[in-house]
């Protein structure tokens, strides 16, 4: 259980610092598309084309933060196979505390009363999740239920991918949902995977989990470089940890055979229903500081408040974003 709960804490420092870098990587990105007035930067629908969303993954943050994701990836994994799912996943899903923290220094985002309250809340929940939790289950599902994990990741990254191109600009909490729910699909196909323990390399390549785990991270990934570059950065790795938490969760009880500690039931349910409703309110009272950048500007070059290439409000009260933001969406290209 010690060796889980720190495997778990460690991929969420990965996970937390990577989507802030990936965060700055991307809004550099959406800025230098800005600054040469380029029509092609987003869709009709205002959100980010493929071709702007591979320029945000090649800057060096972002290469950096894909990397720690990587490693938080193979972290998670271990921790997914020696802890129950609800435990595991809600830990991970802590890297909301440290991506918000981060987002002080390195995105210039002053967090609210109301965003400090709610992560202690997360903090708090996490603390009875820990207490209440009891042995992990087996994992061991028929090769059917392998399949249909398979068909889910597919439609919900495919289908996903193509309501948030459609909703363009609108799509950032949604976007941070649906990539949660990938990574949630990725969790459980790493807990049911076949040909691990005792390893069997054929047993693991036929096992259509593999595959899933594939689909949903890459999809996962993809769908949270997008929630970042169109809209608040807390607000949509909030509403990812809701996605990757509550479905991973729930199926690890009644599917997998998670369970918690004797007497400690109402403690487990409690923490989970507060770690995502705390959860919850970091997005709700984080989601004004991430107004994407216009599409209008983006065309034209015009004048883009601060807010909508950075945070919510700077710590330096704004004006240096602001001339910051100025400078970059009217300098001619070079």
């Not at 193509?162 to 459980?188: P, Q």
């Not at 599917?255 to 919850?280: E, I, N, T, Y």
């Not at 309110?281 to 909508?308: D, I, K, L, N, R």
């Given at each position: 259980?010690i060796?889980?709960?720190?495997?778990?804490?460690?991929?969420s420092?990965?996970?937390?610092?990577?989507?802030?870098?990936q965060a700055?990587?991307?809004?550099?990105?959406?800025?230098r598309?800005?600054?040469?007035?380029?029509?092609?930067?987003?869709t009709?629908?205002?959100?980010?084309?493929?071709?702007?969303?591979?320029?945000?993954?090649v800057?060096?943050?972002?290469?950096?933060?894909?990397v720690?994701?990587?490693?938080?990836?193979?972290?998670?994994?271990?921790a997914?196979?020696?802890?129950?799912?609800?435990?595991?996943?809600?830990?991970?899903?802590?890297?909301?505390?440290?991506?918000?923290v981060?987002s002080?220094?390195?995105?210039?985002?002053?967090?609210?009363?109301?965003?400090?309250?709610?992560i202690?809340?997360?903090?708090?929940?996490?603390?009875?999740?820990?207490t209440?939790?009891?042995?992990?289950?087996?994992?061991?599902?028929?090769?059917a239920?392998h399949?249909?994990?398979?068909?889910a990741?597919?439609?919900?990254?495919?289908?996903?991918?193509?309501i948030?191109?459609?909703?363009?600009?609108?799509?950032?909490?949604?976007?941070?949902?649906?990539?949660?729910?990938?990574?949630?699909?990725?969790?459980?196909?790493v807990?049911?995977?076949?040909?691990?323990?005792?390893?069997?390399?054929?047993s693991?390549?036929?096992?259509?989990a593999?595959?899933a785990?594939?689909?949903?991270?890459?999809?996962?990934?993809?769908?949270?470089?997008?929630?970042?570059?169109?809209?608040?950065?807390?607000?949509?790795?909030?509403?990812?940890?809701?996605?990757?938490?509550?479905?991973?969760?729930?199926?690890?009880?009644?599917?997998?055979?998670?369970?918690?500690?004797?007497?400690?039931a109402?403690?487990?349910?409690?923490?989970?229903?507060?770690?995502?409703?705390?959860?919850?309110?970091?997005?709700?009272?984080?989601?004004?500081?991430?107004?994407?950048?216009?599409?209008?500007?983006?065309?034209?070059?015009?004048?883009?408040?601060?807010?909508?290439?950075?945070?919510a409000?700077?710590?330096?009260?704004g004006?240096?974003?602001?001339?910051?933001a100025r400078?970059?969406?009217?300098?001619?290209?070079?």
């Amino acid at each position: 259980m010690i060796i889980g709960l720190l495997t778990a804490v460690a991929a969420s420092a990965c996970y937390g610092t990577g989507s802030v870098l990936q965060a700055v990587g991307s809004r550099k990105s959406a800025r230098r598309e800005a600054a040469k007035s380029s029509a092609t930067g987003v869709t009709q629908h205002g959100g980010p084309s493929l071709s702007s969303t591979a320029k945000a993954a090649v800057t060096w943050e972002f290469m950096v933060g894909t990397v720690l994701d990587f490693i938080g990836f193979g972290l998670g994994a271990l921790a997914a196979r020696l802890l129950p799912l609800f435990l595991s996943q809600t830990v991970i899903s802590a890297n909301l505390v440290i991506t918000a923290v981060l987002s002080i220094k390195l995105l210039g985002i002053r967090l609210s009363r109301a965003e400090w309250s709610s992560i202690a809340v997360v903090c708090s929940a996490l603390v009875l999740l820990a207490t209440a939790a009891g042995p992990e289950g087996s994992g061991h599902t028929p090769i059917a239920t392998h399949w249909w994990l398979l068909v889910a990741s597919l439609v919900l990254i495919g289908g996903g991918t193509l309501i948030v191109r459609l909703m363009g600009s609108r799509a950032a909490i949604l976007a941070g949902l649906l990539s949660g729910l990938g990574f949630g699909a990725l969790g459980v196909g790493v807990r049911v995977l076949n040909g691990v323990d005792p390893f069997h390399l054929p047993s693991l390549l036929g096992d259509p989990a593999l595959y899933a785990i594939l689909v949903a991270g890459i999809g996962g990934m993809y769908l949270h470089t997008v929630a970042l570059q169109i809209g608040s950065v807390n607000g949509a790795t909030a509403a990812l940890v809701v996605g990757e938490t509550v479905v991973p969760g729930i199926l690890g009880v009644l599917w997998l055979g998670d369970s918690s500690r004797p007497g400690f039931a109402w403690v487990a349910v409690l923490g989970f229903v507060v770690a995502v409703a705390g959860a919850v309110a970091v997005a709700w009272f984080g989601e004004p500081e991430g107004e994407p950048v216009p599409a209008a500007a983006a065309h034209t070059g015009a004048e883009v408040p601060a807010q909508a290439t950075g945070g919510a409000a700077p710590a330096d009260g704004g004006a240096h974003e602001e001339r910051t933001a100025r400078a970059v969406t009217t300098a001619p290209e070079r």
